[in-house]
């Protein structure tokens, strides 16, 4: 593939809830465009983009796929993300690369959960987007309900440019809002269309709906709207011109819709691609942060700065990591060194290839706004940044949810430890939201995730990839401790063994702090009772106490620690009789402080059939839920709760059981609260126990 200047490229992500049809519509996308000669299909496993053994049984994405490809002259680099909550990361991480997102709706379901949540991250990363309403032909599939669905949830400035001919298994066509010409469809194949007339019965709707869009374009050009006013018919030209700088401001946000499965609709699509999403170049300047969080514009400029950013990471077993890629600034050679400012290490440059799911076509370089592949780098991983020589350069961190659903796990085969850790690292070069970490309280290695189902995916690749299997013990629920009121306490560590001794002595007020303050540590000594060189110590024997509460044993969290008074030996105190005395003083405040259990409170999200909502909350109800309310979503209903994790650690095969498998859920951590006692009985005896066998 030939090289593009950034004026010529495309960075487009689709994006959507699980179900939306996005790989279909990826896959369609690339047949038209020629890329692919044969319509993969998301049921026997044939896609381009879903070509992990895991993803193909799931039927689901699980990771971010590039295709690179040419259309109209210019380079579409399409990004297929996961629908599923569980694998936001790399939805969150290829909209930080695009310039512009394909917002895919399902027209049964209208806006869902997840979209929301997409759509929110887009806005902030400040994407371009445009909709496509997919699975016209299903049963109760509704474009103009889904267009409700999408102006109640985005606002008025959602428009659509195409309504369909026909609805549900009758869908034929589709109107084309700008020019009034209708589109009709047979078959799969390419230009499988033909112009026709619109039809009669569809006119007057079809003409209310062109009016809504012109109002929208012409809100973005005084010009236009004065022309407007006054009844002047304005031209496609024009109007296609306008409407690309309102797509690429955020002003309009235009609604397309077909079939993907079908091919219906998706010539347009990849039209609209060209004609309605910004070039990097249109775009403009991408803003990273400088030495002291100076702003630095990066231009896509080809002779400028190389600055290059590493957005995905695949760990493979043969070629080892291949990392994805977006140069900002400057042009990247095969065969070349650069410099990972990230890690201060310098890499060599390879070959360069362009991505087509699993297959890699060698290119020579990348150009400012493009986006590619590389393998073999030794350190650089996903997040890293790429430059010419060593400088002060880096983009914000992704924010992606913290992983709740943890296990303890093993290998399966005694001796296998190394190759089990060598694959769990490899994968959490992969995967950001994947935590792994050895619990300090038991000595269990502990692997977390954002679902039982992400982590579930992690071992089936260590397993496929890797050779390494783990087994899993049930998941573990993060308790904490704190406390409910202040305390003092006065610490005392004396030892005299002949020798040197050992002295320490401090007095401590704690108390409650905010959410999410963990320890805020005061130092109020005033005449230096306790020397300055001493005090860190204090602090750090605290730290260690809170490492296991009074309670259950759980770590404690949002305490205050003010150390206020003390003494000193000028021959005996040392930093360790300091730190044991700082321990000593805490966890005798503790004591009298009200210390309590606090557990992770979730939000669910079910989207459920409606004769399934009375059992799905009756169920909540029996797990101490929350109903927070319900909604309308298409055919579903969506009810929202808010429920502790201990209660919905088994929740998938329960839900699945109570719809028929007709409903799924999504889960978020939202805060901490205090354990009812009857349960904080039964959570502190299971500690016990479990203290007793690790001692055992």
Sequence with gaps: MAHKAADRIRNVALIGHRGSG????????????????????????????????????????????????EHDGRKINLVDTPGEPSFVADAAAALRVCDAAVVVVNAVMGVEVHTERLWRRANSEGLARLVFVNMLDRERADFFRAMESLQSAFGSHVVATEIPIGSEHEVSGVIDLIDMKA????????????????????????????????????????????????????????????LKKGVTAGTIFPVTCGIATRNLGTDRLLDALVEDLPSPAMRGAVVAS?????????????????????WKTVADPYTGRINLLRIYSGTLESDSHVVNVSRSEKERIGQLGS??????????????GDIGAIAKLKETRAGDVLCEKQREI????????????????EPKTKGDEEKAAQAIRRLTEED?????????????????????????????????????EISLKPPRVPYQESIRKPAKAHGRYKKQTGGRGQFGDCHIEIAPADAGTGLEFVNAIKGGVIPGSYIPAVEKGIREAMQHGTVAGYPIKDVSVRLYDGSHHRVDSSEMAFKIAGSMAFKQAMDDAGAVL?????????????DCVGDVIGDLNSRRGRPLGMEPKGSATEVKAEVPMAEVLDYAPDLRSISGGRADYTMEFERYEEVPPHVAEKVIAAAARDGEEVRA
Excluded at 192 to 207: G, H, K
Excluded at 355 to 368: Q, S, V, Y
């Design 22 to 69: 996005k790989t279909s519509l990826h896959e369609a996308l690339l047949f038209e465009a020629g890329a692919v000669n044969r319509f993969g299909n998301v049921s026997d496993g044939s896609t381009v983009s879903d070509y992990e053994e895991d993803e193909q049984e799931r039927e689901m994405s699980i990771g971010a796929a590039l295709a690179s490809f």
């Design 355 to 368: 991505p087509l799911g699993k297959d890699l076509t060698n290119i020579d370089e990348l150009g400012a």
């Design 598 to 610: 606090l557990e992770p409170i979730v939000q669910l999200t079910i989207s459920c059939p409606e």
């Design 394 to 409: 880096s983009f914000p961190r992704l924010d992606l949810p913290a992983p709740v659903m943890a296990f303890a796990y």
């Design 432 to 468: 950001p939201t994947l935590d792994v970490h050895r619990d300090q309280q038991t000595g269990e290695q502990i692997i977390a995730g954002l679902t039982q189902a992400h982590v579930e995916v992690i071992v089936d690749r260590m397993k496929r990839r890797f050779g390494a």
């Design 290 to 310: 400088g030495e002291g969080d100076e702003e630095i514009e990066l231009e896509p400029d080809e002779s400028g700065e190389l600055v290059a950013y590493v």
């Design 183 to 242: 589109f009709m469809y047979e078959g799969t194949s390419r230009d499988n269309w033909s112009e026709a007339e619109i039809p009669e019965e569809l006119r007057a709707q079809a003409e209310e709906y062109r009016e809504k869009l012109m109002d929208e374009v012409a809100e973005n050009s005084d010009e236009l709207m004065e022309r407007y006013l006054e009844g002047e018919e304005i031209d496609h030209a024009e109007t296609v011109t306008v």
